[in-house]
């Protein structure tokens, strides 16, 4: 287990089938008649302003219309197209601030956007495809390693073998799927969704996943890039922030994100050990998944603190009506000062200093308050895993403070190296985002690769 400084915890009250039914889908699929209704809303609009803020580019009027015509393939193909993981992002992509937020129809009499989300979710589940959407081109014999079998790799993966190549991708973990498998809240993606949408990518062919393989530990840069005609760094972002605080590393402090991957990989959420009160430190989607899930599985108080306002939070209203929904208690305008211990050496609560905001500058008031608590679970940000860029060549790497410098076509200062998603500078840490770059990456490699070797004959 990845969460072993909480062993000594009781477990949940109620029995893994009762705790899994507060697991279930947070935001239900839409029936037939609900699509059906739901994509009559849509206006169709030209040059439709949902299409334009998408990251990945997809048509959103041209899928709707599809489901309105009852084209349900024809909406999933247009989908996938721009996104091979439109299923995975219909359930986590933050529509509220994206798609969802432009649509004309917030300003009409209705000030209701069309359920872009779970019209895209309605599509890619219910088509009914013979083959694989997508054929390989002709093969060019060329041969990309891609590391990290996340949104960004896994994207970049197929595209690449849509494209003629052959992949090898490198993954660290047992399973692939990257934060979708591992980082997501379980009622977000239910139902082993992310494997299932990992298995149906791969029926492309032409993709050969190798797992347990880490770079910087088993998997050196150096070797890929001499054995590899090119080379795709989706490596997310593995390391968690620190507090800086003295006690860090008592039991019953942790990472949020080691206890997020647990529960979603448990096969009895009533093993899992539970703190009667808990403390979340963070103001992320993370953040909001901690608090609701540790909730959900029985914590009798958890309190998510905040050292700004709730308007700064970078988690989203519908995030933070989520929390409330869940009985989440908020604090915010207050920074950890101090990690509090028991007799024995266990967390026992957390000191804060009370802050406001001064000319826009952050400031201690020097006021302060304890919240008591059995376990804390930070979620404040992660950052690059400095060993997996520790090899003589991997660290010759240009970095944008802890990310990998890229080019605008994702080419990295080491000629034939290439990265995108959260790894690297432009762009948001979204499913969506580190899709496209996956994408973007794929073809400036394919371009790269061929003219080399147009220009070598």
Known sequence: MMIESLNYM?????????????????????????????????????????????????DVASFIRNIH???????????????????????????????????????????QPVKIGLLQRYAVDNMALTAHP???AASTGKTIAVVGAGPAGLSCAHRLAMLGNDVVVFEAQEKSGGLNEYGIAKYKLTDNFAQKEVNFLLEIGGIEIRHG????????????????????????????????????DAPGLLAAVDYIAELRQASDLAALPLPSRAIVIGAGNTAIDMAVQIQRLGAEEVTLVYRRGFEAMSATEHEQHIAKDNQVRMRTWAQPQQVLLDDAGRVRGMRFERTTDLGGRLTGTGETFEIAADAIFKAIGQ???????????????????????????????????????????????????????????????????????????
Not at 221 to 229: C, E, G, N, V
């Open 10 to 58: 009781p477990h949940p009250k109620e029995a893994n089938a009762q705790l899994a039914s507060h697991f279930t889908d947070l935001a239900p699929a839409l029936n037939a008649r609900q699509a059906a209704i739901e994509s009559a809303r849509c206006l169709y609009c030209y040059d439709a302003p949902c299409t334009r803020i998408c990251p990945t580019g997809i």
């Open 69 to 111: 015509d009852e084209n349900i393939n024809g909406a999933a193909t247009g989908i996938l197209k721009q996104n091979i993981l439109g299923g995975s992002c219909a359930r986590v992509c933050p529509t509220e601030i994206l798609c969802e937020d432009a649509c004309v129809r917030n300003h009409d009499a209705e000030g």
């Open 134 to 136: 997508f054929a390989r």
């Open 213 to 248: 393989q880490k770079l910087g530990a088993n998997l050196q840069l150096k070797d890929l890039h001499a054995q590899y005609d090119a080379v795709f760094l989706g490596l997310g972002l593995g390391a968690s922030k620190q507090l800086g605080l003295t006690g860090e």
């Open 383 to 457: 950052g690059m895993d400095v060993a997996s860029i520790s090899d003589p060549l991997a660290s010759t790497l240009k970095r944008d403070g802890d990310k990998i410098h890229v080019d605008d076509q994702f080419r990295t200062v080491l000629p034939k190296i290439y990265a995108g998603g959260d790894c690297v500078a432009p762009g948001q840490d979204l499913t969506v985002q580190a899709v496209q770059h996956g994408k973007l990456a794929a073809h400036a490699i394919h371009s790269d690769i061929n003219l080399t070797k147009m220009e070598a004959a």
